[in-house]
C-alpha cells in the first residue's frame, strides 16, 4: 500500500538557521499539507496546497515558512530563521481529488529540534 | 470558526470493558468528521469516518448533529486498542483541512 514519506525523521538545528523538512505524497494525489503539533498539544493545520499553489495557511504560517514542490513527487516545507518555538512534530499529509473525499494520508513526521 | 473538543485526555479501561471517546464540534456547515488513530511509534492513520458508517476494528462513532458530537465506542476494548485516538473535523467551509481535537489517551490493562 502507499505511504506518505517524510525525510529526515528528526532535524536539530539552531536558532537562526534555516531548514527544509521534504515529504513526498503518494503518487496519484492532488492535494498535500502540512501540520504541526508541539510536545502535549493539538495537531495544528499549517497550510495546504493544490495546483502549484497556497490554497490556505494559518496563522501560524507566517513569512518565515514556504512550501514548495520543486519536481513531480517532493513536496517542502522551508523554516527560513528557526526559534525555539518552531520546536515540534511536523506532518505532511495528502489526499486524492474529489470534492467528497476527505481523507488525509499522513506521514511519519519529523521531529524538529531548534536549539 | 471550527473546533473540535475532546475532554479526556486519558482514559484507562480493562480489557473486555466497553470504551467511549467523546468528541463535540462546533461547526457552520455540514462537516466531515474522521477517527484518527496513532498507535506508539506509528504515523497518524484513519480509523473511521462517518460518512462510511463502517465498524473498524470493533470501533463505531456516529455523528449526532443535535448534539454536535460523534464519540468513537467499542464495547470491548483489546489490549492492542491503546494508543492515541484524535477526532478531526473537514468540510468544504473549513477549506478541506483537518482541525483536531486535543486527543483522546486510551490505556487498555490486561
Known amino acids: 500500500e502507499p505511504e506518505v514519506t517524510q525525510t529526515p525523521s528528526h532535524q536539530v538545528t539552531q536558532m537562526g538557521q534555516e531548514v527544509i523538512l521534504r515529504c513526498v505524497p503518494i503518487?496519484?494525489?492532488?492535494?498535500f499539507y502540512w501540520y504541526r503539533q508541539i510536545l502535549g498539544q493539538k495537531v495544528e493545520f499549517l497550510v495546504s496546497?493544490?495546483?502549484?499553489?497556497?490554497?490556505?495557511k494559518s496563522e501560524i504560517f507566517d513569512d518565515q515558512f514556504s512550501v514548495e514542490r520543486p519536481d513531480g513527487s517532493n513536496f517542502t516545507l522551508k523554516i527560513r530563521s528557526t526559534k525555539l518555538e518552531d520546536s515540534a512534530m511536523y506532518f505532511c499529509?495528502?489526499?486524492?481529488?474529489?470534492?467528497?473525499?476527505?481523507?488525509?494520508?499522513f506521514g511519519p513526521g519529523t521531529r524538529l529540534t531548534v536549539t | 470558526a471550527q473546533r473540535v473538543t475532546q475532554p479526556e485526555k486519558l482514559l484507562s479501561v480493562f480489557k473486555g470493558a466497553p470504551v467511549e471517546l467523546k468528541c463535540n464540534y462546533s461547526?457552520?456547515?455540514?462537516?466531515?468528521l474522521f477517527w484518527y488513530v496513532q498507535y506508539s511509534r506509528q504515523r497518524l492513520q484513519l480509523l473511521l469516518r462517518?460518512?462510511s458508517r463502517e465498524s473498524i476494528k470493533g470501533f463505531t462513532a456516529d455523528l449526532n448533529k443535535g448534539e454536535t458530537s460523534f464519540h468513537l465506542k467499542k464495547p470491548f476494548a483489546q489490549e492492542e486498542d491503546s494508543a492515541m485516538y484524535y477526532c478531526?473535523?473537514?468540510?468544504?467551509?473549513?477549506?478541506?483541512?483537518?482541525?483536531f481535537g486535543g486527543g483522546t489517551r486510551v490505556l487498555v490493562k490486561p
Open positions: 499529509a495528502s489526499r486524492t481529488s474529489g470534492v467528497s473525499s476527505y481523507e488525509q494520508y
Open positions: 478531526a473535523l473537514s468540510g468544504l467551509a473549513a477549506g478541506n483541512k483537518l482541525t
Open positions: 503518487s496519484n494525489h492532488l492535494y
Open positions: 496546497f493544490y495546483n502549484n499553489e497556497i490554497s490556505e
Open positions: 461547526y457552520s456547515g455540514s462537516p466531515e
Open positions: 462517518h460518512i
